[in-house]
Structures are given as structure tokens and as C-alpha cells.
């Protein structure tokens, strides 16, 4: 079975620009989570959504949103990029978030992106 | 809130050697997973081992082990018989089930082991 894929693998943008960045899950996985990962910091939650309703949000701006989809996949938007948004952005799925317990996270391979 | 802490930023070992990487964390909850995931140059996030907070028994997945002490809040991996290929950032993480950290991976700030050959 695919692992959890993201696109695109890198990007360049400028200051002030939107992005967008994909995910598509583990076929099964019903949640999808977001991370930032600074150069050499440990990851930062952005995000968790499941069936398509945000089940939480880290300390991050509203410049940050995100959603996902019917299929399970989701898309990270950050908009009015700041030079301090250059990171690698990691998407990450979990199968169904149990209402007693959640479960291990399977991460995909990230997004680089670097702002100029 | 939560907090992972790993003291050591760097570790070095021989191949075929043994090393043990250290981890404490900081929780009020009592219902919580832990993790050790690495991550190689080619930066994709790996699970090496998980933790259940209510099992007392370690965890053990081939040459991965944990040494779990609930009540000193310390998660170490134990590495045995260590190969080139483990050569990579390691990172400790907790989640919790409760309130509005539900399902949310916290980690550490990662310590970067490197295997000799």
C-alpha cells in the first residue's frame, strides 16, 4: 500500500504570496494532521482534521487554514507569506481517531518550502 | 501543557555497538502514548516504537527497545547491534487523549545520532 504522499516536493515562493500543499492519506486513514518543521526543531502541530472537521489547532496564525476533503485528503493553505514560514511542512494520517483514544500517526515525506 | 525533552542534541556509536538516547516529559495526564520516530537526511519521519502509557511492559520492536519510567516521566530508546542505515535525527513524542491536545504529537528537539563504521 502507498504511504502518506505530499506534493509538491519543494517551493519557492516570495514574501506576501499563498500557498497551497497537498496530502493524500494512508488508504484507510480517515485523519490527517499538519506539522512545520524548522530546520533543526523538532516538529510543530498545525492542524488535525477528521472527516472533514478540524479536531484541533496548534498556536499558529490565521494566516494558516486548511480543510479536507471527502476522499480524506487534505490541503494546508498559508496566506501573506512571512520569511519565517520557510519550513518543511509535514503531513501526517491516522486511522479513525477512536472516540477513546487516538492512534499512531504514519508521516509523509514533507513539503519544502522556502520564502524569499 | 506538555513538554518533551531530549538533553542530548548529538550521539555518536560504533557500528554494531549499543546506545541508549534519552527523553523526558512533562504531563498532568494520565492517558498518553509515546513515540520515538526518526528522521534521515532524506528527512521522512519514521516510527521506530510506541509506547502505551498504561502498559508496564517496554516496548520492543527487533533491535529497538524502550526503557519506560512512568513515574520519572523518562522514555529512553535503546539501540542495539546498531547499523549504519540508523544513522538519522531522533525524535521523541507524546500525545495525549484528552481535551483539546486529543491526538496531537508533541515532540522533542531531536538528537542527531551518527553510527561509525
Not at chain 2, 492517558?31 to 519514521?46: A, C, D, E, G, T
Not at chain 2, 531522533?90 to 508533541?106: D, E, I, P, Q, V
Request: some cysteine.
Amino acid at each position: 500500500d502507498a504511504g502518506v504522499t505530499q506534493s509538491p516536493t519543494h517551493l519557492i515562493k516570495t514574501r506576501g504570496q499563498q500557498v497551497t500543499l497537498r496530502c493524500s492519506p494512508i488508504s484507510g486513514h480517515k485523519s490527517v494532521s499538519w506539522y512545520q518543521q524548522v530546520l533543526g526543531q523538532g516538529p510543530q502541530f498545525i492542524f488535525q482534521y477528521y472527516e472533514k472537521e478540524e479536531r484541533g489547532r496548534g498556536n499558529f496564525p490565521d494566516r494558516f487554514s486548511a480543510r479536507q476533503f471527502p476522499n480524506y485528503s487534505s490541503e494546508l493553505n498559508v496566506n501573506a507569506l512571512l520569511l519565517g514560514d520557510s519550513a518543511l511542512y509535514l503531513c501526517a494520517s491516522s486511522s479513525v481517531p477512536g472516540l477513546a483514544r487516538p492512534d499512531t500517526q504514519y508521516f509523509g515525506p514533507g513539503t519544502r518550502l522556502t520564502v524569499l | 501543557a506538555q513538554t518533551v525533552t531530549q538533553s542530548q542534541p548529538e550521539m555518536s556509536v560504533q557500528e554494531a555497538e549499543t546506545v541508549t538516547l534519552s527523553c523526558t516529559y512533562d504531563t498532568s495526564e494520565n492517558n498518553y502514548y509515546l513515540f520515538w520516530y526518526k528522521q534521515p537526511p532524506s528527512r521522512q519521519m519514521i516510527l521506530v516504537i510506541r509506547q502505551e502509557a498504561y502498559k508496564q511492559q517496554n516496548a520492543t520492536e527487533n533491535r529497538f527497545s524502550v526503557n519506560f519510567q512512568k513515574a520519572a516521566k523518562s522514555f529512553s530508546l535503546k539501540i542495539s547491534d546498531s547499523q549504519l542505515g540508523d544513522t538519522a535525527m531522533y525524535f521523541c513524542a507524546f500525545m495525549t487523549f484528552g481535551g483539546t491536545s486529543y491526538g496531537k504529537l508533541t515532540f522533542g528537539q531531536g538528537t542527531i545520532l551518527t553510527v561509525h563504521p
